[in-house]
């Protein structure tokens, strides 16, 4: 989608600044973290590429939780997932969240993991 594209080229603009400090928090080698997706996402022939259709194979439950504020993604992906892979599926969108659920919202999130798992442990709901 256009505004992931606009999104990642000016992450790329912003890594130079302060993004890469922040990032090495997280990322041992954060050149190569950053640059393995943002150079990935922006080469020729990227925009093509769709896993929609491996979805169809997929033979376990999925939980799927999306911010509806991430730069990187929107509600469209998470929504192919429900299509597709539903009733097997779960998906949450989380208001005023970005690009990282498990940080932004921890707490909510680390809840939703653990009613699928629940449920996924028991679908008979005892």
Known sequence: EDCSIDA???AGNAFAGSLRDK???YHRH??????????S???SGFRDW???????HWKVPCLAIQGLDDPYGTRAQVDVIAKRQSPS?????????QHAPHQE???QTMALI???AEACLDPSGR
């Open 8 to 10: 990642i080229t000016a």
């Open 23 to 25: 990032l090495a928090r």
């Open 30 to 39: 954060v050149d190569c973290a950053f640059f393995g997706w943002h150079d």
């Open 41 to 43: 996402w922006l080469a």
């Open 50 to 56: 769709n896993v929609s259709e491996a979805i169809d």
């Open 89 to 97: 599926s779960t998906v949450h969108l989380l208001e005023r969240c």
């Open 105 to 107: 919202q921890a707490e």
């Open 114 to 116: 653990m009613s699928f």
